[in-house]
C-alpha cells in the first residue's frame, strides 16, 4: 500500500519562502506522475503543480513564477519550493500520485482520482 507523508509547513509573513516535502513509500515512485494540491478552509481544493514520470512540469497560474516542483527519484521525495508566498498561498498542502500520465496528472483538475494523498501540512501565511 502506498504512503505519502508530507513536511515543511509552518508560517511565514508575506513574502517569505517555504520548502515542502513528501516522502512516499510502498509503490513505484519513479513510474507516477506527482502533484501537489491544496485546499483552504470552506473552499474547493485545487491543484497547484505536478510533474511526470518524464519531468514535464505544470502550474496552477495562480503560483507561475513563485513556486518550483521538484523531485529526488533516488530519495523518492517530492519538494515544493515556494517563494514570494502571499496571505491567499494560506492552506493546507497535499501531495498526491497518479498512476495515469499525461493531461490525467497534469490538468491539476481534483475531478481525476489519484492514487494516493498524503495528510497535508500547514501552510500560513502573514500579511
Known amino acids: 500500500q502506498g504512503q505519502l507523508a508530507e513536511s515543511g509547513g509552518g508560517s511565514v509573513q508575506s513574502g517569505g519562502s517555504l520548502r515542502l516535502s513528501c516522502a512516499a513509500s510502498?509503490?513505484?515512485?519513479?513510474?507516477?506522475?506527482m502533484a501537489w494540491f491544496r485546499q483552504a478552509p470552506g473552499k474547493e481544493r485545487e491543484g497547484v503543480a505536478a510533474?511526470?514520470?518524464?519531468?514535464?512540469?505544470r502550474y496552477a497560474e495562480s503560483v507561475k513564477g513563485r513556486f518550483t516542483i521538484s523531485q529526488d527519484n533516488a530519495k523518492t521525495t517530492l519538494y515544493l519550493q515556494m517563494n514570494s508566498l502571499k496571505p491567499e498561498d494560506t492552506s493546507k498542502y497535499y501531495c498526491?500520485?497518479?498512476?495515469?500520465?499525461?493531461?490525467?496528472?497534469?490538468?491539476?483538475?481534483?475531478?481525476?482520482?489519484?492514487?494516493?494523498w498524503g495528510q497535508g501540512t500547514q501552510v500560513t501565511v502573514s500579511s
Open positions: 498526491a500520485a497518479a498512476y495515469y500520465h499525461g493531461e490525467y496528472c497534469l490538468s491539476l483538475d481534483p475531478v481525476y482520482e489519484f492514487n494516493y
Open positions: 510502498g509503490f513505484p515512485y519513479n513510474t507516477y506522475c
Open positions: 510533474i511526470d514520470s518524464d519531468g514535464t512540469t
